[in-house]
């Protein structure tokens, strides 16, 4: 029974783990493949544990800290996609789950049956299978959320950090496990406590997460002000100059009109020419009639004067299609940021580079498109099939373009070779 009750245990854990793993990670292969191949590293790690235990050839309870790492983990990273130490960090989380419900029952069996007898074996594997199967339900449920929000955002060292207090909490637990038996109750209450400094671990992250964001949505929101300052003082300086203008234009006229009299094409050209400058550098380009929309492209075509940069932009948004001007403003503002900062980049490697970014926003049956497509270097740092960014925040930006296109976006795709990058988006009618 002991046997039966080992084996079956190790099966429930491996299940565990590839459910947990499944759920909240992404395979690189099709699910057939993942399971096929996660099933044979199972029966040999589960062989190689009875071998252990039944000869004796090194401490079971060491093997049982080691082997995850050693030669589970390995596996596991190859098969699912992500950044290391988030793998990691869910692979070691869920471990340490699997080791107190395995803790947990052992604990039980001992209250119904001190002796060790085939009772205890009973009561122990259908405890733990009792408990991991609620585990997986609640993994299901409740663990992709989770995850999401835990990997919001965060840099590789930051992560490094987290998967070694989890790896903290999985030795304290498994060196519990051999004495449960024997301080039952001592070591419920440190399994206890160990799991709510991990809750309280997850929600710091969490925390520290959205406090993240919202100090870089605020930031953004004060950029989208201050342009937005800066481009109403430049149409009151515009609309200042047309004044003047108008004011004088019979001036201008008649010193035109009397070159003309003279003869004097030339002249008469040249001063022309002079007031067509003149209007056309205190010009601001016009988008489409929302106000904010506009400031906001404003400011970024002037920054790419500034960096000598092409910027080609088709706005067109229907009188019926609503849109709300801050969630707008954080997907728009993101991607020609991102775009603009590749072309900055192109040009430092390549002085001769010519830049361009492309805007397209135009209605697409009952959806309004948006196409952001830059030059860039052709260097893209990735996770997986995901594109992840290079910046000590994580990659705050795209998160929030990523977050804003799952609540008002019909989709958010993104295209590249190796020297155009396209960001698509299609956001959905009446919104608000």
């Known amino acids: 029974m002991k046997d039966i009750t080992t084996i079956s245990i190790s099966i429930l ?50 093997f049982r800290i080691v082997y995850p790492l050693l030669l589970f983990f390995p596996f596991i990273a190859f098969l699912f996609s992500g950044a290391f130490f988030k793998k990691l960090f869910v692979f070691l989380l869920t471990m340490t789950s699997a080791t107190t419900i395995l803790s947990i029952a052992k604990a039980s069996s001992c209250l119904v049956s001190p002796d060790r007898e085939i009772r205890f074996w009973m009561v122990m594997l259908v405890s733990a299978v009792l408990m991991y ?206 775009a603009v900062e590749a072309c900055q980049k192109l040009k430092i490697s390549d002085k001769k580079s010519d830049c361009t970014i492309e805007l397209t926003v135009k209605p697409q049956g009952e959806q309004l498109a948006i196409l952001v497509r830059n030059n860039f270097d052709g260097r893209l740092a990735k996770d997986g099939d995901n594109l992840i960014s290079t910046k000590k925040d994580g990659g705050v930006g795209l998160q929030s373009v990523k977050a804003v296109a799952g609540r008002y976006c019909e989709s958010f795709v993104t295209e590249y070779d190796k020297q155009r990058f396209s960001a698509f988006v299609l956001w959905k009618k009446g919104d608000r």
């Open 133 to 338: 199967s609620v585990h997986i339900a609640m993994v299901r449920k409740f663990g992709p959320r989770l995850v999401e929000r835990l990997f919001a955002y965060g840099s590789t060292k930051e992560w490094a950090l987290y998967s070694s207090g989890i790896g903290i909490y999985h030795l304290i637990v498994e060196n519990i496990y051999p004495y449960i038996d024997k301080y039952s109750i001592i070591g419920l209450v440190a399994l206890f406590v160990i799991w709510l400094s991990i809750v309280t671990l997850c929600y710091a992250i969490i925390n520290t997460h959205e406090k993240t964001k919202q100090k870089y949505e605020s930031a953004f929101a004060r950029d989208i002000i201050s342009s937005g300052r800066e481009h109403y003082q430049k149409m009151n300086e515009q609309y200042n100059v047309i004044r003047i203008m108008k004011h004088d234009y019979k001036f201008h006229l008649n010193t035109a009109l009397s070159m003309l009299r003279k003869g004097e094409i030339e002249k008469s050209d040249e001063y022309l020419s002079g007031l067509q400058t003149q209007l056309a550098e205190g010009e601001l380009p016009f988008f489409c009639d929302n106000p904010v929309i506009n400031s906001l492209l404003a400011d970024y075509v002037l920054r790419c004067r500034k960096s000598n940069i092409e910027f080609d932009a088709q706005v067109s948004i229907p009188d019926g299609f609503s849109v709300p001007n801050y969630e707008m403003c954080i997907v728009l503002g993101n991607l020609l940021e991102n």
């Open 13 to 62: 854990i491996a299940i565990t783990v590839l459910s947990a793993m499944f759920l909240c990670m992404q395979p690189k292969k099709t699910k057939r493949f993942t399971i096929l191949i996660y099933i044979l590293i199972s029966a040999v790690i589960i062989m190689i544990d009875l071998a252990m235990e039944r000869f004796g050839i090194i401490s079971i309870h060491a």
